[in-house]
T-cell receptor, first 113, second 114 residues
Framework: DAKTTQPTSMDCAEGRAANLPCNHS???????VYWYRQIHSQGPQYIIH???NNETNEMASLIITEDRKSSTLILPHATLRDTAVYYC??????????????FGTGTLLAVQP | ETGVTQTPRHLVMGMTNKKSLKCEQH?????MYWYKQSAKKPLELMFV???????ENNSVPSRFSPECPNSSHLFLHLHTLQPEDSALYLC?????????????FGPGTRLTVL
């Protein structure tokens, strides 16, 4: 699975958009980009995933560059409850029941009041 | 109960004790996972079970013994642990029908080995 690079930490003002970048320059054509987050001392929570096209759900938007070498997770209106470590993961999805996820160190997003 | 539950939430044990961690998922999923998260380190995948069969063991020491009696329950039996095994142990599950990397995690068991 391709390796990802994320900033160690970021700050964001409450109510503003949080844009979290991820570099995955060695991504293969069949590898998806997934985002999870982990609020302190809790289990990780799935946010969103994508292959080529931009994706949006009730939690966030995922923007993937045309060459797929980087992506950005956007939280449109960050709240204090969005303070967490955000993980960007790339892997092949075989469509089966098991999906091996390799977590890196992620980005600690601190939303400031 | 909904989602993935783990018990106990906190556990303190001595190096000579034997204890078990329990995970239960109420999502109808087919696969279950154990992860370990030590302080200041990324999550490490330990074991993967698919339809009760172990499909992955990430070179985990034998003092950790998993058991998956059915697709809804997963145990991690612990014996003669070391202080460096103190960590947050997380259970997760996923489904063949939603097999795109969407794993659902439990809240974890915070383990302290004295």
């Amino acid at each position: 699975d391709a390796k990802t690079t994320q900033p160690t930490s970021m700050d964001c003002a409450e109510g503003r958009a949080a844009n979290l970048p991820c570099n995955h320059s060695t991504i293969s054509g069949n590898e998806y980009v997934y985002w999870y987050r982990q609020i302190h001392s809790q289990g990780p929570q799935y946010i969103i995933h994508g292959l080529k096209n931009n994706e949006t759900n009730e939690m966030a938007s995922l923007i993937i560059t045309e060459d797929r070498k980087s992506s950005t997770l956007i939280l449109p209106h960050a709240t204090l409850r969005d303070t967490a470590v955000y993980y960007c993961i790339v892997r092949v999805s075989y469509g089966g029941a098991t999906n091996k996820l390799i977590f890196g160190t992620g980005t600690l997003l601190a939303v400031q009041p | 109960e909904t989602g993935v539950t783990q018990t106990p939430r906190h556990l303190v044990m001595g190096m000579t004790n034997k204890k078990s961690l329990k995970c239960e998922q109420h999502l109808g999923h087919n696969a279950m996972y154990w992860y370990k998260q030590s302080a200041k380190k990324p999550l490490e995948l330990m074991f993967v079970y698919n339809f009760k069969e172990q499909t992955e063991n990430n070179s985990v020491p034998s003092r950790f013994s998993p058991e998956c009696p059915n697709s809804s329950h997963l145990f991690l039996h612990l014996h003669t642990l070391q202080p460096e095994d103190s960590a947050l142990y997380l259970c997760a599950s996923s489904s063949r029908d939603r097999g795109m990397g969407e794993q659902f995690f439990g809240p974890g068991t915070r383990l302290t080995v004295l």
